[in-house]
């Protein structure tokens, strides 16, 4: 979930400037208590509302792939996330889950046909209604 938005920010706080009780201010703006009291020290520490930084490093892959997905699919609308893989490292050097690959599609604007594995033949070797150690 990204950040609040400053309007809300400034909104909460000004309710809380008037003598809103932070109950009320809960369960008017849907924020918690401990959002409220960390806005407040925020405020109070720095004179400022702004959103720090996001922890951790910047994400290498998902900016390089989310580059790469719009044209890959448009000439390649028939490939399995697998092959979208396959491509992916082949092209950039990079490897990335399916997982990944199926997040960063779902991401984009539009409409993506989602690509099944074709199914497998039922084994030859079981038989139907036999299970477990009865063979």
């Known amino acids: 979930m990204g950040a609040y938005s400053k309007d809300l920010r400034l909104k909460v706080l000004s309710a809380a ?31 400022d509302v702004e959103t720090g930084p996001l922890p951790g ?3 290498v892959k998902g900016t390089a792939l989310r580059e790469w997905l719009p044209a890959q699919l448009s ?12 491509a992916f490292e082949e092209q950039r050097g990079m490897r990335v889950s399916t997982a990944t690959m199926s997040r960063n599609i779902r991401r984009l604007p539009g409409e993506w046909p989602l690509k099944k594995s074709p199914p497998r033949p039922r084994s030859a070797t079981r038989k139907k209604g036999r299970t477990g150690a009865n063979w």
């Open 17 to 47: 400037d008037r003598g809103v009780p932070r109950k009320e201010i809960v369960e008017v703006f849907g924020v918690s208590p401990a959002t409220v009291k960390r806005w407040l020290k925020r405020r109070r520490e720095t004179g």
């Open 75 to 86: 000439a390649n609308p028939d490939l399995t996330l697998v092959e979208h893989c396959e």
């Open 57 to 59: 490093r910047p994400s």
